[in-house]
């Protein structure tokens, strides 16, 4: 149990307090497994101070949300806001006119032909504010979007 036991930074080698604070909360989780006692993790991305937290693995089959692809192909659509929760999205515009998107579901921004922007919410569960995004391939004449998203 030696992490980053070196002699020019922290106790200068000795490593005595993480590995006790590791063993004491091991010992802590082993403590309330025989107890019985009904064990919650609240969220898995939660988090505790230094001194009472400790660290665990997520498998796979603990936690896991179905997520559910969605493609658009737009040609010629009148402003139209995407009403699902959104997860990840990318807007490539492939007209010959420049498409009209929307980040905060009322200011519309120009995308260039050949231009592709892709956002992520960045993690388990996290998802961008509801009607944000938007998109409208009608004001501009032979505008066209590919819209991909991620949505539960």
């Not at 969220?43 to 665990?56: A, F, I, K």
């Not at 231009?115 to 938007?134: E, K, L, P, Q, R």
């Amino acid at each position: 149990m030696s992490i980053g036991n070196l002699k020019t930074e922290g106790n200068k080698g000795n490593n005595f307090p993480w590995q006790y604070k590791v063993l004491v909360g091991l010992q802590g989780i082993i403590d309330e497994l025989q107890n019985g006692s009904d064990v919650t993790i609240v969220g898995p991305l939660g988090s505790q101070s230094e001194t009472t937290s400790v660290s665990v693995a997520i498998a796979s089959d603990q936690y896991s949300l179905q997520i559910v692809p969605v493609i658009i192909i737009s040609s010629g659509d009148v402003a139209t806001i995407i009403t699902d929760k959104i997860l990840s999205i990318s807007f490539a515009s492939n007209g010959t006119a420049d498409a009209l998107v929307t980040f905060d579901g009322t200011n519309y921004v120009s995308l260039p032909t050949g231009t592709t922007v892709n956002m992520d919410a960045g993690g388990i569960n996290n998802s961008y504010v509801a009607n944000c995004f938007g998109y409208d391939t009608d004001t501009n004449a032979g505008a066209s979007l590919i819209i991909t998203y991620n949505t539960i």
